[in-house]
C-alpha cells in the first residue's frame, strides 16, 4: 500500500527521485500520467493493468468517454526508475500540473500523486474542505 507525504523537487534535468518508501511498489516500470485534479499520478505496472480493464469498458459511441480516454492514454508515459530512483517528467506533463521545482509526493492507496507544492498547499488538503466537510465524507463513506 501507497501511504504517506514527502517533500521533493525536480532537478535541471526534470528528474524526480521517488521517495524510497515508494520504489518497492512502484517497481523498475511504471505510468505517468495526468491526474482527475491538477496533478499527476505514477501507476505501478500492475494498478494501470487493471485500469486500463475499466477504461476498455467504456463505450466508444458516447462523446464523454471518448474524451475520458484521449485524457488519460493521451498524456500517459511509461517510465523506468533507474538506479538512483529517479524518474524523468516530460514538460508537457509539468505544465499540465504546474510544477517548477518544488513538489508534495502523496502515497495514494494503489497510486502516487505529485502535486506542484503551491497548488497542493491551496488544494482541499490544504485547506478547501472543513472538518465538517471531511466529517461528512467519512459518514457518508462510512470510514
Known sequence: MLMGVYQNSI??????????????????????????????????????????????????????????LRYMYANAVECEIDKQGRITVPQYLRDIADIEKDLVTIGMLDRVELWAKEVYDDSEIGGRLSPEDFKKIGETYQV
Open 11 to 68: 532537478d535541471a534535468k526534470s528528474r524526480l527521485i521517488v521517495p524510497a518508501k515508494f520504489r518497492e511498489e512502484l517497481g523498475f516500470k511504471c505510468v505517468l500520467t495526468r491526474g482527475l485534479d491538477q496533478c499527476l499520478v505514477i501507476y505501478p505496472m500492475q494498478t494501470w493493468a487493471e485500469q486500463q480493464e475499466k477504461l476498455a469498458t467504456l463505450p466508444r459511441s458516447d462523446e464523454m468517454a471518448r474524451a475520458f
